[in-house]
């Protein structure tokens, strides 16, 4: 089954074992989750003095602007009848455009230093995607993919470690959330911003489920179910213990009124850990066919 990578949204790349014997990635860390911005804007300072090449400097940097560029503005609350729970706090997250851009141009000065930490690629389209900007979001992973195709070093990940799991299956798994995100935006807008981030899972990752996965919940959100159906299909091919996957083959096989099949993939949903509940989900349709 697949595993799918949730970003934090900060990139904190190492940060929790960062012992090395200069002290600045303690130092920062310490004044940065103090509040103290004062003294981390200083560790940055000494830090670039000592090691102007170390690339966690330039993560370390990423993190203290990003926090710069970000405001929460909190929502004024409804008040609440007598005897009921006040309703939480609302907030508003916005991020300054021009912050954003330093944050952005001085983690591609890590990557330059770096190229083979997939962690600050990442991280910079992540802060594409908080910004708004789909175009450098997607060109940041094509140039990535390329990069590596093209004979780029074996990916590190946080704190310059190893991938924590095959390339094949840890790569696509880090670049599907920049998708999902698109999916869940309203109108074809997002779509069409998400399309090409499944595309190059495909092209670059065909041996893995997540691409044609991507593309068939494309092709659903457009109703095109014949399209989407076969995607599934094929991700269906690769990843046969995937909920998610079976739970849309299921519900698509409905739809085209493939009652064998339908049926096939709800016994198989049902053999899957927890997968009872969703098999039955569908039984009221199933009597319909």
Do not use: C
């Not at 003095?49 to 170390?54: F, L, M, R, Y």
């Not at 983690?107 to 962690?119: H, S, W, Y």
């Not at 991700?235 to 049926?263: G, Q, V, W, Y």
């Amino acid at each position: 089954m697949v595993q799918r990578i949730l970003w934090v949204v900060i990139l904190w790349v190492g940060m929790s074992s960062w012992v090395l014997a200069d002290g600045f990635r303690e130092q920062f860390r310490a004044a940065f989750k103090a509040g103290d911005l004062a003294g981390a804007e200083k560790v940055l300072t000494d830090w670039e003095k000592a090691t102007p090449k170390d690339p966690d400097l330039y993560v370390a940097r990423f993190n203290f602007l990003l926090n710069k560029a970000t405001k929460r503005t909190p929502v004024p609350t409804q008040p609440v009848a007598q005897g009921q729970a006040p309703r939480p706090q609302a907030v508003v997250v916005s991020y300054d455009p021009a912050t954003m851009a330093q944050a952005a141009a001085v983690l591609k000065q890590g990557i330059a230093l770096a190229p083979e930490r997939l962690d600050m690629r990442m991280g910079l389209a992540k802060s594409y995607e908080m910004a708004g900007q789909p175009a450098p979001l997607i060109q940041t992973i094509r140039e990535a993919l390329e990069a590596r195709k093209n004979g780029g070093k074996p990916w590190l990940w946080r704190d310059g470690a190893p991938l924590p799991a095959p390339e094949n299956a840890f790569v696509p798994a880090a670049i599907e959330p920049f998708a999902s995100a698109y999916w869940k935006q309203p109108g074809d807008k997002g779509l069409e911003n998400g399309r090409p981030i499944a595309e190059l899972m495909e092209q670059y990752f065909p041996q893995n489920s997540l691409g044609y996965f991507n593309m068939g919940v494309y092709y659903a959100h457009l109703h095109k179910t014949q399209e989407s159906y076969e995607k599934m299909q094929q991700a269906d091919a690769l990843d046969p213990n995937d909920i998610s996957t079976l739970m849309n083959l299921t519900r698509m096989a409905i739809e085209l009124k493939e009652k064998d099949k339908a049926k096939a993939y709800q016994e198989r949903l049902r053999k899957l850990p927890n997968g009872g509940p969703a098999a039955d989900s569908f039984a009221s349709a199933m009597q319909k066919l």
